[in-house]
T-cell receptor, first 118, second 117 residues
């Protein structure tokens, strides 16, 4: 069974550009969440999608956006890149259903997309 | 507010010895879950173990066990018989019962574990 796949794994951008990152969840998983990991701030929640709807959003500026498609694949976009956006962006998928919260640890992460902004 | 604290930036252990990684948490939610993840240098977060706030027994998964002390709000990870491949960053995380939030975890800052021969 394939795991969570994130593309691209590495990318370099310059300030002011925009970037789109992709995440393919584990087959059958309908929930996808995104995290930003930096040495200074650690792991921070970006947003979460379930059945194409954004269910929750972390404390990030509007330059950070995302979406989920009908096949549960998700993309996140960062516009007008800043140096501080350099980070590892992790995607996680879950089988969690409409009943609500994560229960037994079935949140699986991809290997991340490492973004460097110059 | 939800908060996870890992006070050990780095830990060292000799191969085949046991090691305990500390984690304390803070939440006002009566229902929550506690997780430990391992992150090797490749970047992927690998799920290790889960403990629910209402679980009566401490969780165990192979060489990993979670020492859950609810009154102290601690959820320490115990790794028995350490292996060289256990060298990685370890994160403690928490999810809370917040309605529609399905996959939101609050993470600690992590503990870098180094296993030496």
């Amino acid at each position: 069974k394939a795991g969570v796949t994130q593309t691209p794994r590495y990318l370099i951008k310059t300030r002011g550009q925009q970037v789109t990152l992709s995440c393919s969840p584990i087959s059958g998983h309908r929930s996808v969440s995104w995290y930003q990991q930096t040495p200074g701030q650690g792991l921070q929640f970006l947003f979460e999608y379930f059945s194409e709807t954004q269910r929750n959003k972390g404390n990030f500026p509007g330059r950070f956006s995302g979406r989920q498609f009908s096949n549960s694949r998700s993309e996140m976009n960062v516009s007008t890149l800043e140096l501080g956006d350099s980070a590892l962006y992790l995607c996680a998928s879950s089988l969690a259903g409409t009943s609500g919260r994560l229960s037994t640890g079935e949140l699986f992460f991809g290997e991340g997309s490492r973004l460097t902004v110059l | 507010a939800q908060k996870i604290t890992q006070t050990q930036p780095g830990m060292f252990v000799q191969e085949k010895e046991a090691v305990t990684l500390d984690c304390t948490y803070d939440t006002s939610d009566p229902s929550y879950g506690l997780f430990w993840y391992k992150q090797p240098s490749s970047g992927e977060m690998i799920f290790l173990i889960y403990q629910g706030s209402y679980d009566q027994q401490n969780a165990t998964e192979g060489r990993y066990s979670l020492n859950f002390q609810k009154a102290r709000k601690s959820a320490n990870l115990v790794i028995s018989a350490s292996q060289l491949g256990d060298s990685a960053m370890y994160f403690c995380a928490m999810s809370t019962d917040r309605g529609s939030t399905l996959g939101r975890l609050y993470f600690g800052r992590g503990t870098q574990l180094t296993v030496w021969p």
